[in-house]
């Protein structure tokens, strides 16, 4: 570990940290474009054989960016998809990105830093940031805008130039170091410890985007919502959101363990897919899963839902569109079964149901969530934790779907359970 990032560590004081060097190299997570078309024609894409820790040169900072020390960060299904290489490889994104010139170049590499969520300390500010510091601790969101386009002044989600960081961009959170944007970053909540600080920004905004938000669904008080996947990082906190927004949350899981911990998490209703024949990534036919799930779901809360969350994709899409009540509410925010999606459209249109493609959220968005960490209102969807080091077998156990809630990963943290400076202000839900 370099003296800065000992320093860190130690508690250093603002001005200690911004007089120790910035090491040359750092340790990160990081994919190598020379292993781009390693799983050409292997069923079984493997992320342990691509995602390397290793050594990779620091960037210089733009203006406008952060340097942070990460404590902690966690793993997406973004990770996955990055260590895959599909639908394609990032190092496409990386090279897109890099064409635009100036300090995007930097982000044109033979390795790609990757994770799209971090908590740390702030360590280094670019000459035009003013709202942060060094010694300051943060989370990073993972919306990388551009603050001069006018789009994103209306909502960050919706410049041309917007980016998912970590994915779309270089130098993401699966590191010792990371470099964001200061439009990127929340004040770390007090009650929370790295890693369950780190385990909330992209699973936690997206789904309060996707749900609250009035870019979403617009959940109101005594709505039905059907979760997939109510056990995940997503619906974990999907669940929250509707259990103490006023809605009835109704999770489909698989297996008996998953369905406690969906229950934990709010759902006030769970039903195991394997008993509705969704057993694979392929779709069923809509009609016959949607009407077992619908009886499912009337004789456990007695009506249709109004809004489906929906991020499974390919295997699940065509039931959502079935099975969500007429006038309501299919939001998606993402496709881990497939992108290509097949639905009856006369249940979409003769029904007047809408669908509602949703991504990430902006910064109000995830300061709104914060807010309601930093109440205790919501809880983190950590369920497990691993060393930097082990990085991949963590990708792997979300690769296989092994994985409950969120997966954290120790970057700088020496161990779990650090991080906490502020009591909480209300009891967690339970």
């Not at 999907?238 to 709010?266: M, N």
């Not at 156990?397 to 779990?416: D, E, I, Y």
């Amino acid at each position: 570990m370099d003296v800065l990032a000992e320093a860190v560590v130690a508690g250093a004081a603002a001005d200690e940290l911004e007089r120790l060097p910035v090491p040359t190299h750092f340790t990160a997570a990081h994919l190598r474009a020379e292993d781009a078309d390693s799983f050409s024609g292997v069923a079984d894409k493997d992320v342990r054989k691509s995602l390397h820790v290793g050594e990779v040169p620091m960037p210089e900072l733009a203006p406008d960016e952060v340097l942070v020390a990460v404590m902690a960060s966690g793993i997406n299904y973004n990770t996955v998809w990055s260590a895959m290489f599909e639908p394609m490889s990032t190092f496409s994104f990386l090279r897109h990105f890099g064409k635009r010139g100036g300090w995007a170049a930097r982000h044109d590499q033979p390795h790609h830093v990757i994770g799209s969520d971090a908590a740390g300390v702030v360590v280094r500010a670019g000459a035009g940031v003013r709202r942060w510091k060094a010694g300051d601790r943060v989370v990073v969101t993972p919306a990388y805008v551009d603050d001069e386009e006018p789009a994103t002044h209306a909502d960050g989600m919706l410049g041309d130039a917007q980016l998912a960081w970590g994915f779309e961009t270089n130098f993401g959170g699966l590191a010792h170091y990371c470099v964001a944007r200061a439009s990127q970053l929340l004040s770390k909540p007090g009650g929370l410890t790295w890693e369950e600080a780190a385990s909330n920004p992209l699973c936690a905004g997206t789904a309060y985007r996707m749900l609250v938000s009035d870019r979403g669904a617009r959940m109101t008080q005594g709505d039905v919502v059907l979760i997939w996947g109510a056990a995940g990082g997503l619906g974990a906190y999907a669940a929250q959101l509707v259990r103490h927004g006023g809605g009835i949350a109704v999770g489909v899981v698989s297996g008996e363990e998953k369905a406690e911990r969906a229950r934990a998490f709010g759902c006030h209703a769970v039903i195991d897919r394997t008993e509705l024949g969704l057993t694979g990534a392929e779709p069923a036919d809509p009609t016959v899963i949607g009407k077992k799930l619908g009886k499912r779901i009337r004789a456990a809360v007695g009506e249709d839902p109004h809004i489906v969350f929906e991020h499974v994709g390919r295997a699940t899409f065509g039931v959502s569109v079935f099975v969500v009540r007429r006038g309501g509410t299919v939001v998606t925010c993402g496709s881990s079964t497939g992108y290509r999606h097949e639905f009856d459209n006369r249940y979409l249109w003769m029904r007047l149901k809408r669908v509602i493609g949703s991504h990430g959220a902006n910064l109000q968005e995830q300061a709104a969530v914060h807010r309601l960490f930093d109440l205790g209102r919501l809880r983190p969807a950590l369920s497990t934790t691993y060393d930097l080091s082990e990085v991949a077998e963590a990708a792997r156990l979300v690769q296989t779907n092994r994985h409950t809630g969120k997966v954290g990963v120790l970057a700088l943290a020496p161990r779990p359970g650090l991080g906490v400076s502020a009591p909480r202000t209300a009891p967690r839900p339970r």
